[in-house]
């Protein structure tokens, strides 16, 4: 039985039938991370001994009649989660001694729902890049071309998944982690709404938990219908902060048949152009959309400011991350509205100006539940370009990304991913074909606030329609 592909979906089916033990899955599993990972190097904590003895664990569990949803799916997570007995480091030579003392809230909620951890994925330098390499673990390649990176800061998990090591992974998003990595790699990924998913245990080491502004965390998996079961584990507030009482009832989806949904489709950004790839994989996405009878439309009054959006990520972003890593201050030029400049004042934002942007947050807020009281998911790119090739130059703020032969301030292409991360909006990203050079393209998915479960659907009959994840071999 071949299972290097097949969904955490069709895995489980397989254990209840006795198709397969979850003890052969996870053989399985090492022994192609074992064959296969050199060249990519998405795996940087293997965690062979307990994945194996925990599989052994979930055959004599379903021997007994258990049913759990993940019972026996062998699955990695993002490094940055605190596993128990391993290392979590960022990244970051001066915390690789950092063992945590127990497991990260969503780290045990995989194992409550069955699931057989393999190892921990590799991550960026403090997970502060949109690609994946440090001087800990080294660089993960894209697996559909090596030179190319797989994007981060989720790089390593959306690396495994292409990979076929595990069925399922767990990363976080603050600037389009989770997405990024996703569209790079052909795989999909969730972004929750903002407090959807509890986070303690994926914090900074050595740092206290804290309610985090931006970022969450999320699933990975090679099938939209994955990411829905994934969440259903992932999802709920933390009991030590919100009380074992409170219970989480996300609303369903608003339709179930792809012609009824309400679409808006973005494929220019006002401060950054759209690549040509990226576009068609846009354009391939809404023709299906249109084919199967919904209403979309390509522009509305309604959407809040694109520049203005991108200007008060930038702003929330930079101060939040310079906060938590110290940078040398820039020279700045007031008068300059480029998102370069932005960032670069950013880096010194004084609390009362960071009120003001917050203010300014909150009215995009009401701009977008305007806009989905007329619309039910709005399809845009997750960057401008596919995986672009591996560059370690020491300062980011320097370097430079190539969109069709032009070069562009290389965190200018957040704008797209920070469209739905500074009002806090779910977005799924799902692939959408391939590139001429024959790499990945992926879109997203924007739905409403705490209605997670809209463009999750969304992604699932757009799955159907015009198929999802391929693996690299077949190039």
Not at 442 to 464: K, S, Y
Request: include cysteine; charge should be negative; aromatic fraction near 6%.
């Amino acid at each position: 039985m071949d299972t290097k592909y097949q969904s955490a979906e069709e895995l489980a089916i397989a254990l209840r039938a006795g198709e397969v033990s979850s003890a052969e899955l996870t053989d399985d599993a090492i022994a192609r991370i074992e064959r296969d990972d050199e060249m990519t190097n998405a795996i940087c904590v293997p965690d062979f001994d307990r994945a194996r003895a925990a599989a052994r664990d979930a055959d004599r569990a379903r021997a007994r009649g258990a049913e759990r949803p993940l019972l026996g799916v062998p699955v990695t997570v993002k490094e940055s989660y605190d596993v128990e007995g391993l290392a979590t480091t960022w990244g970051m030579p001066q915390h690789r001694a950092f063992m945590p003392a127990e497991d990260a809230v969503q780290v045990r909620r995989l194992k409550e729902a069955g699931a057989v951890v393999l190892g921990k994925t590799n991550v960026p330098l403090g997970l502060q890049d949109i690609q994946t390499f440090n001087d800990l673990y080294g660089t993960t390649a894209n697996p559909w071309d090596r030179d190319r990176t797989p994007g981060g800061s989720s790089g390593g998990s959306a690396a495994a998944l292409a990979c076929g090591f595990g069925a399922l992974s767990i990363g976080s998003d603050l600037a389009g982690s989770l997405r990024t990595p996703a569209h790079f790699c052909g795989v999909y990924a969730h972004k929750p709404t903002l407090g959807l998913a509890a986070t303690r245990g994926m914090a900074l080491p050595e740092e206290l938990p804290a309610e985090l502004d931006l970022a969450v965390v999320g699933p990975m998996a090679r099938t939209a219908r994955d990411l829905a079961l994934l969440l259903d584990v992932m999802a709920g507030p933390d009991p030590l902060t919100h009380g074992l009482a409170y219970e989480l009832k996300l609303p369903p989806a608003r339709h179930d048949r792809l012609g009824d949904f309400r679409v808006l489709v973005l494929d220019e950004h006002p401060l950054l152009p759209t690549g040509s790839a990226v576009r068609a994989g846009v354009h391939r996405v809404a023709a299906a959309i249109t084919d199967a009878g919904a209403r979309v439309e390509w522009h509305s009054p309604l959407l809040p400011d694109l520049a203005e959006a991108a200007r008060l990520y930038m702003q929330l972003l930079i101060s939040g991350s310079v906060a938590r890593f110290p940078m040398e201050p820039h020279e700045q030029h007031p008068d300059d509205q480029s998102l370069e400049s932005v960032r670069l004042r950013a880096l010194t934002l004084s609390h009362r100006d960071w009120l003001k942007v917050n203010n300014r947050r909150e009215a995009h807020r009401h701009g977008w539940r305007a806009l989905f009281a007329e619309f039910d998911a709005v399809v845009c790119p997750v960057t401008p370009t596919p995986a672009f090739p591996h560059d370690h130059s020491p300062d980011p703020m320097r370097r430079r990304i190539d969109i069709d032969g032009t070069e562009y301030p290389y965190f200018d292409q957040l704008v797209w991913a920070g469209l739905a991360t500074m009002p806090g909006l779910p977005a799924t990203a799902v692939p959408a074909g391939g590139s001429p050079e024959g790499l990945p393209v992926g879109v997203q998915l924007i739905g409403p606030m705490f209605e997670d479960r809209t463009p999750l659907r969304l992604a699932e009959l757009l799955e159907q329609e015009i198929g999802g994840f391929r693996p690299p071999t077949e190039r």
